[in-house]
DNA sequence: CTTTATCTTCATAATTTTTTCAAAATTTGT
DNA sequence: ACAAATTTTGAAAAAATTATGAAGATAAAG
């Protein structure tokens, strides 16, 4: 798939708004139902009769009435305010997947590429064979470069459910997946856990 | 995240509340059970049913069964009194984190930025590499610039219930902190304890 | 069933961090 | 300026955490 910039409208204002969503290459809109002028129904519907854009209703009314009615006014999903900015970011994921437009099946972290589809590690076109484990493990840190993980964490990233299994487990999984890239991507951060970075 | 200004409530007219809360940008309500005219489980109710902003319900009563009320009725926290002002704002602190209206993990002070989640010291785009101690340390005092913390208090932030350890300790860990980041951000106060703070 | 690969644990070595200590330097109040 | 109290600092001991190799346990494959 090919990398692209994703865009994305985030104005207070309906009819700028709909004009930034028609002339512009906009790949989701987050769309407020109470904006100033135009109700966020309006601006849907009237986006909606020209172009086809993935669209994220947020709404402080929470009554099931309401989302229903937005969801049939054409919006992909529909969240009630007060939201985390993180459900947020999950939710346009999620939308952005259905359209196509993103694979939350690949990472790419610099010169290192993995593909859950095809369970592929590639560093610079050579591939490494990792086993589910430690897999999982590089997957969960390359997801989200610099982010660190506890070993608790990584755990949760390799088996199902709350399966116990020690802490030193990890670490020789970290070892071993060192081992076979070469280069050390994952940096050891004392007393807490792993994160991926280079620096 | 956007900085942002913080409104709330806090009125001892129960309707005027309700008036408030609905036709303004709240962020917050923080509620006595026991107002004059409504009680603060009705108001609690009309906001509700309208609006879905944070609530911190303040109550004199003690029960558990009283506890178990006012979540239902859907408040987010529920304190019983008297209760010390302070705790009062770590508890809005902590619904504010979670309705995802402020970040908890992030903080800056002048050219100097804490982030927890990625483990992170910047230093005008310079990282600096902090163990745990110091960064708890260097964190409470960026939290809140200009209080002093005697040396107490700065145990308690690296060490989880009550370790004993020494006073001397500290001044150690603020001599490391101080020797990584080249400028002095940190002022002791002479037989107090430390601030940051450059003046 | 046997063999092989993977996962997990364990013990020890290596590393990093935390804490203490004591002498030197600084600050405060008289 | 002096004495008392407090802080700073470098060095070293103590504690905690991580890395590693080897070996046992489990699961998968032949």
Known sequence: MKKRVLRYILHDNAEK???????????????????PGLSGDEVLKKVREI???????LTAKGSDQDKIEGLLLGSDDYVVKPVTPYEVI???????????LINLDKV???????????????????????TKAEFEILFKLAQNPKVVFT???LIDAITPDGTIISDRTIDT????????????YIKTVFGLGYKLDSD
Chains 1, 2 share one sequence.
Request: charged share 40%; proline share 1%.
């Open 151 to 153: 070993r608790e964490q």
């Open 173 to 184: 999984h970290i070892k071993n997946i060192r081992k076979k890239l070469k280069k050390d």
């Open 90 to 100: 999950l939710r346009v994921r999620a939308i952005l997947k259905r359209a196509g």
């Open 108 to 130: 790419i972290y610099k010169d290192l590429e993995l593909d859950r589809k095809y369970f592929l590690v590639k560093i610079k076109d050579e591939k490494i064979d990792l």
């Open 17 to 35: 708004a709909i004009d930034l969503a028609l002339n512009n290459e906009i790949d989701c809109i987050i769309l407020d139902r109470m904006l």
């Open 51 to 57: 172009k086809n854009i993935p669209v994220l209703m």
